[in-house]
């Protein structure tokens, strides 16, 4: 990186965060870094567990205050995330980052109607008349091409199908400009012909808005299909970066690699697919090295003894492994195309 | 099942007898309908209802698996519970190995769970959360009269069998376990009475990637091993595509279009088929899709359009589309193995892109 090289929208150092109760410390976030650009779309993908909802949501503070340890730093834009007072979080909450939800039913409230929803939260940030605010909402929802907008104001949510429920949901959060989107798995629940509907739509808006986002998933499609970058999390940490050709087509990392033979993509049938053997780590007792050497076929004795540091694969593309050279020669040679 | 493969294993049930021999289908299915109703006004009376399954057919041959595709709401679960016989259906008749279920002198429910089970799509919520999942396992051998030891010895195997081992997960409760984990204590349970065929109802869509590709592998082996029957529902085309022998694509209540899985991919004849399979992301950014191949939303399935009830989103409706309600056939007089309710595959049917009737002599 040059000395030119714009400010990144988000910086993330060293992040940690763990639950604390009676019975057990549970380290769900152990030293995670990333930056995020300005109208960069950055996918977070890695196994069920991996950490990837806490991350995102300690960008908002959104953790119970009392059972959370949380330590590093975030900034986001000229905010100190970690520095804030709970109410100067709460204007950034909305109207610098706001978030998207896997399941639209637990952002919207079930009792307002969608253009009063909207209405309100863009009253509530930026100020004005209601009558400005109600024509805001209609606009929101001709933007994420809600069909018949007027009548849709009116609608409450359990009127709406899902996909028109999502796209309300991102109406919604797009209502005070945010310049960075959080989406977490926005689109697990839509069916295919909706996802992708959905899907180009996001990326439309953001490059519309030079909005900086977020995007988790465990779909690897879904990831080709939006991000710039990627980021491979495993037990609490990123254990690989770069863009996203680099990450799905010249994985360094042995779990990435995991993952993608793992993927049913035409594969013959008749034949087993390549399935990552064992279980996750347990986040109340993590063992001292690298945490998928237990389930890796490139593990050799010093992956255990601590974790592995980062190295570069390529140009902007780092993977937390000591055996980058072998985990390569065993990608699939069709894949280097 | 055969007493050497058993070996010194606890004996489960006795797979229930193949009757109709290898030919007969395992299920026939005929005009089965479910619709839905909405209450509402002053009296709560009925004012509207869903057709969630709307004159559904179709056979599941004897080992093979059939995947089901089609959008949400289009009535996948609610053809498997009516299947299962956890439903009432509003009309039609079910044919299990050549017996029909729940007549006089049919196959009883009790004999149908014997021969059918179900994965449920919503597995978090149907595992008792009371339970350690070893008792949830043995509890259908059980009411099935079987000794409780023995009860338990087989759900003890069972568990070992989808690779969760007894001694650490058998007396564990559901909360106590991962996604993958409880969708595996799920498919033990449903192999508990030993049956001979399995609906999965979205069973691998919770998991993530390398959960499924573990839990697929092991549906593969169970098949083999048991000598099952599948019908797999799922919103996944690549993994419709990996398991499924034959495919049946559903829209709105209604199949469209049905057969043999290469087929359906490789020459799809419905349109809503061609544009469901264009929707299929690749893990390639190279590969991205720019343009919707569909847009809209399915319309309401409390009044679905008349005629073929894809027509709003279709790119060739025509007039006929609208009058008429096209039927499932095989398209332009091909074999009967592919069929499909699409007027454009029908000779004569009306619409500009059909073939012209054919003359009869
Ligand atoms: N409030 C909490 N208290 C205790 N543990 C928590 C809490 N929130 C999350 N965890 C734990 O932190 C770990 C990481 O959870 P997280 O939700 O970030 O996973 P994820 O990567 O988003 O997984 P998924 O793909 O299943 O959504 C998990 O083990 C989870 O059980
Ligand atoms: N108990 C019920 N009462 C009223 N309507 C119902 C009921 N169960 C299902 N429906 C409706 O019937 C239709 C079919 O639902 P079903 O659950 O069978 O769809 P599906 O194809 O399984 O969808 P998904 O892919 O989302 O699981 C939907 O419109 C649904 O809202
Ligand atoms: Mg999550
Ligand atoms: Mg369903």
Redesign the pocket.
């Known amino acids: 990186m040059g000395a030119m090289a714009p400010r990144p929208l988000v910086e993330v150092r060293d992040l940690q965060v763990s639950f604390v109760s009676r019975e057990a410390t549970v380290s769900a976030v152990n030293g995670v870094s990333f930056t995020v650009m300005p109208g960069e779309v950055l996918c977070i993908i890695g196994e069920s567990g991996s950490g990837k909802t806490v991350t995102m949501r300690s960008l908002l503070r959104l953790h119970p205050p009392r059972r959370t340890v949380i330590r590093g730093h975030m900034r986001v834009g000229d905010h100190d995330i970690l520095a804030l007072s709970e109410r100067a979080m709460n204007q950034v909450r909305g109207a610098v980052i706001s978030m998207v939800f896997q399941e639209p039913m637990t952002a919207l409230d079930p009792v307002y109607t969608i253009g009063d929803q909207i209405a309100e939260t863009v009253i509530r940030h930026e100020g004005g008349s209601r009558r400005a605010a109600m024509a805001r909402a209609l606009e929101l929802l001709n933007l994420v091409k809600v069909p018949s907008p007027e009548r849709r104001l009116r609608a409450y949510p359990h009127e709406l199908s899902?996909g028109l429920r999502q796209r309300a949901m991102i109406a919604l959060a797009l209502s005070c400009r945010p310049s960075l989107l959080l989406a977490d798995e926005p689109t697990t629940?839509l069916?295919a012909t909706v996802q992708i509907q959905v899907l180009i739509m996001l990326r439309r808006l953001q490059e519309e808005f030079g909005m900086g986002v977020i995007f988790v998933t465990h779909d690897l499609g879904v990831a080709a299909q939006i991000a710039d970058k990627v980021a491979v999390m495993y037990a609490g940490r990123i254990i690989e970066y770069g863009s996203v050709a680099d990450v799905l087509l010249r994985p360094a990392h042995p779990y990435t690699l995991g993952l993608l033979s793992s993927t049913v993509h035409g594969q013959t049938r008749d034949a087993e697919i390549e399935a990552i053997p064992g279980s996750p780590p347990d986040l109340r007792a993590l063992p001292p090295g690298c945490s998928f050497a237990p389930r890796c076929r490139f593990a050799v004795p010093p992956c255990t003894a601590a974790f592995p540091p980062t190295a570069l694969a390529g140009l902007d593309h780092a993977a937390s492994c000591l055996q980058i050279e072998a985990v390569r020669g065993a990608v699939p040679a069709h894949a280097d195309a | 099942m055969n007493t050497e493969a058993q070996g010194a294993a606890a004996p489960m049930l006795d797979q229930p007898a193949d009757r109709g021999g290898r030919a007969q289908p395992m299920l026939i299915a005929q005009g089965l309908k479910?619709y839905?109703?909405?209450r509402g006004g002053l009296l709560n009376r009925r004012v509207a209802e869903?057709?969630?399954?709307d004159d559904v057919s179709f056979t599941v041959l004897k080992g093979e698996t059939l995947g089901v595709v089609?959008?949400?709401?289009?009535?996948?679960?609610?053809?498997?519970?009516l299947l299962m016989h956890l439903?009432v259906m509003d009309a039609g008749s079910l044919i299990f190995d050549g017996d029909p279920v729940g007549t006089e002198q049919g196959l009883s429910l009790r004999d149908l769970r014997r021969n059918l089970q179900m994965v449920f799509?919503d597995s978090y919520s149907s595992l008792n959360p009371r339970l350690p999942i070893e008792e949830s396992i043995a509890y259908s051998p059980r009411v099935h009269g079987m000794e409780r030891g023995q009860a338990k010895r087989i759900a003890r195997e069972l568990l070992q069998r989808v690779g969760l081992r007894p001694e650490y997960f058998g007396g564990r409760y559901p909360h106590e376990l991962s996604g993958g984990q409880k969708q595996r204590v799920n498919i033990a349970r449903a192999l508990a009475l030993n049956p001979r065929m399995l609906i999965l109802?979205?069973a691998v869509s919770a998991l993530d990637k390398s959960v499924e590709a573990q839990v697929l592998n092991l549906l593969g082996e169970l098949k083999r091993e048991f000598n099952l029957t599948y019908m797999f529902?799922s919103?996944d085309l690549h993994v419709v595509q990996y398991i499924s022998d034959r495919v049946m694509v559903?829209y709105l209540?209604q199949v469209v279009e049905f057969g043999p899985v290469d087929t359906i991919y490789a020459q799809p004849r419905h349109p809503y088929t061609a544009a469901l399979l264009e929707c299929r992301l690749v893990v390639d950014p190279a590969g991205r899709i720019d343009t919707p191949p569909l847009v809209g939303d399915p319309p309401n399935?409390?009044n679905p359009p008349s005629g073929c009830r894809f027509r709003t989103r279709c790119p060739h409706a025509e007039t006929v589309c609208e009058r008429t309600v096209p039927a499932l056939g095989a398209w332009n007089g091909n074999t009967a193995a592919h069929l499909v309710a699409c007027h454009m595959a029908h000779p004569g049917s009306g619409h500009s892109r059909a073939a012209p009737a054919p003359v009869v002599h």
């Open positions: 899902g629940a069916d | 479910r839905f109703p909405i869903v057709k969630a399954v089609g959008e949400s709401g289009c009535g996948k679960s609610t053809l498997a519970r439903l799509q109802d979205e529902i919103h559903m209540g399935p409390i």
